[in-house]
């Protein structure tokens, strides 16, 4: 699977932003999805992942009811939503492919550590 991620740019703190993220392969749809930050001098983390059947949603406490998954296999595409906008947001955004995950339901299992295939990353900045 080979990722394209696009839809970054500068808002202003309170805005709103789509990402987008499109993949290729026969088997795009057999993969767990996530979309993972890195801020500046800090570790990537992941902010949100939709599993592979899409009925399972994960969030990090920091983009809780700011941020929206969804996938669209269709057009192997996975999008990140995101709304009130926070200077902390500010990062370069990766979204990165796991085959069939979360294994068991466990969200443990996809992390950055663990990513099978990265997209190249999209920069979000959040400032006035």
């Known amino acids: 699977v080979q990722l394209q991620a696009s839809g970054g740019g500068l808002v202003q703190p309170g805005g709103s932003l789509r990402l987008s993220c499109v993949g290729s392969?026969?088997?795009?749809?057999?993969?767990?999805l996530g979309w993972f930050r890195q801020a500046p001098g800090k570790e990537r983390e992941r902010a949100a992942a939709?599993?592979?059947?899409?009925?399972?949603?994960y969030y990090a406490d920091a983009v809780k009811r700011r941020f929206h998954i969804s996938r669209d296999n269709s057009k192997k595409t996975v999008y990140l939503d995101m709304y009130n906008l926070k200077p902390e947001d500010t990062a370069v955004y990766y979204c990165?492919?796991?085959?069939?995950?979360?294994?068991?339901?466990?969200?443990?299992?996809?992390?950055?550590?663990?990513?099978?295939?990265w997209g190249e990353g999209t920069l979000v900045t959040v400032s006035s």
């Open positions: 392969g026969r088997t795009f749809s057999s993969y767990g």
């Open positions: 990165g492919a796991k085959f069939k995950v979360p294994y068991g339901g466990d969200w443990s299992t996809f992390s950055s550590n663990t990513v099978d295939h």
């Open positions: 939709i599993s592979w059947s899409g009925a399972s949603t």
